[in-house]
C-alpha cells in the first residue's frame, strides 16, 4: 500500500523480502487492514501474544487528497484491529503508532526564539519538550492528524473501556535504516537519499530551521518490548529522540556533509506545510517515569551513518 500511496520509490517489498529469508520465524500475511472480516479472522486464528500496529496512511498532503481512503485505513484499520483483537486475545499487550501529529498545531503556541540554525522553545517549561498534558482538541490537525486523533483515542477506549492493556506511542520522527523515504514522508531517510544522490531538496517554509527530535527505529522497539514485559491500560506516552536527537533542516545539512563531503543541494520554497509543526521535541519523562530501564542507545550522528550507509548498499544492489 505504501508503494500505492507514495510510488516506486516508497516500496517496502525489499524490506519484506529481506525479514522472510534473514528472520527465522516471520511470516507475512497480505491482509488489507480495512477489510474487516478478514482481519477478524486473521486474529482469531493467529492468538498473537501481542500487537503492534503499525499500518498507516502517513502523510499529510496525501490524506488531504485522498480522505476516504486516510480516514478508511488510520481510523478504520485500527477500529478493525483493537475489535478483532477484543473478541480473540483481550489479554494480549496492544501497542498502537500514534503521532505527535494528535496535538495539531499547538506545539507551536508556546513562544519561540530564532537562532542561528534553529527554531527553539523561549520558555524554559519546554526545553525538554512537549509532555502527554498537552491539549489535543481547538487545533488544526490536518485530515492525517484528525484521522489519527480517532484512532489514537479508541485505542485509549479499549484500554480503559474494556480494560485491555495498550497504549498510544504519540511519535515524533521515527527513522532508522530500513525506511523507505520520500518527498512526502520520511524525513531524515529522504534528506540523506538526495544528498547521496545529489538531489534537490526543498525546504518548504520556517527558513529551514524547523526541528524534529528523531528516534531511530531499534530504540522504538526497545520500548515495545518493555510494554509487552509491562503492559499498562489505555496509556499514552510521547516518543521520540528527547532534546538530545533534536535537529534542524540546515544542522541536518551540516551533519550529512560531515557524513558524506558532499554538499547539500537545496531549494526553499516560502510557505510552510499547512499546520507543520516548527519546533518539535517528545517530552520524555512519562515514558521514562514509567519504563525506567528504557532509553535512547542511538544518537543522531550514529542513526544518520545507518541510514547513509543503507541508501548506499541499496544503489549497489540496484546497480
Ligand atoms: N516515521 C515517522 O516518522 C512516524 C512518525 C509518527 C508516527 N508514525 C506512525 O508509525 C506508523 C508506521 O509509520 P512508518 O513511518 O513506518 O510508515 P510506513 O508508510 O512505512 O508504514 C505504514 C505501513 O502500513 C502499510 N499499510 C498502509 N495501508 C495499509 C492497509 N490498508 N492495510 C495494511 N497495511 C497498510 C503500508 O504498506 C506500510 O508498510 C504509522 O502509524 C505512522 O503514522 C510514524
Redesign the pocket.
Known amino acids: 500500500?505504501?508503494?500505492e500511496?507514495?510510488g516506486a520509490g516508497?516500496d517496502?517489498s525489499w524490506n519484506k523480502k529481506r525479514l522472510e529469508e534473514g528472520c527465522a520465524g516471520f511470516r507475512h500475511h497480505e491482509?488489507?487492514?480495512?477489510?474487516r472480516a478478514k482481519i477478524l479472522d486473521l486474529v482469531r486464528e493467529i492468538r498473537p501474544d501481542a500487537i503492534v500496529?503499525?499500518?498507516?496512511?502517513?502523510s499529510h498532503e496525501l490524506a488531504a487528497a485522498r480522505p476516504f481512503d486516510d480516514f478508511?485505513?488510520?481510523a478504520g484499520?485500527t477500529l478493525n484491529l483493537l475489535e478483532a483483537a477484543r473478541r480473540a486475545c483481550p489479554e494480549v499487550p496492544f501497542i498502537?503508532?500514534?503521532?505527535?501529529?494528535v496535538y495539531g498545531d499547538i506545539p507551536n503556541r508556546p513562544k519561540l526564539v530564532e537562532q542561528a540554525k534553529r527554531w527553539d522553545y523561549a520558555d524554559p517549561e519546554y526545553r525538554d519538550g512537549i509532555k502527554e498534558t498537552l491539549p489535543i482538541d481547538n487545533s488544526m490537525h490536518s485530515l492525517?492528524g484528525a484521522s489519527?486523533v480517532a484512532a489514537d483515542v479508541m485505542v485509549q477506549e479499549y484500554g480503559r473501556y474494556f480494560q485491555m492493556p495498550s497504549c498510544c506511542?504519540?511519535?515524533?520522527?521515527?527513522?532508522g535504516p530500513n525506511?523507505?523515504g520520500v518527498e512526502l514522508?520520511?524525513?531524515l531517510s529522504y534528506l540523506i537519499r538526495c544528498n547521496l544522490e545529489g538531489k534537490t531538496y526543498k525546504i518548504f517554509g520556517y527558513q529551514g530551521k524547523q526541528v524534529r527530535d528523531n528516534i531511530h527505529s531499534y530504540d522504538v522497539t526497545q520500548f515495545i518490548r518493555c510494554f509487552i514485559e509491562a503492559p499498562r491500560y489505555g496509556e499514552v506516552y510521547n516518543l521520540g529522540g528527547g532534546r538530545d536527537n533534536s535537529i534542524s533542516i540546515l544542522e541536518a545539512f551540516t551533519l550529512i556533509k560531515e557524513i558524506s563531503g558532499k554538499e547539500m543541494s537545496h531549494e526553499y520554497v516560502d510557505q510552510n506545510r499547512k499546520g507543520d509543526h516548527i519546533c518539535y521535541i517528545s517530552n520524555l519523562s512519562k515514558i521514562k517515569a514509567h519504563y525506567p530501564n528504557w532509553k535512547i542507545t542511538k544518537d543522531l550522528k550514529e542513526t544518520f551513518r545507518e541510514i547513509y550507509e543503507a541508501w548506499r548498499r541499496r544503489q549497489r544492489l540496484d546497480d
Open positions: 500500500m505504501r508503494r500511496f507514495f516508497a517496502t491482509v488489507d487492514i480495512r477489510d500496529h503499525a499500518a498507516a496512511q502517513p478508511d485505513v488510520n484499520g498502537h503508532m500514534s503521532t505527535n501529529k492525517f489519527k506511542l504519540r511519535a515524533g520522527c521515527l527513522t525506511h523507505s514522508h520520511g524525513f
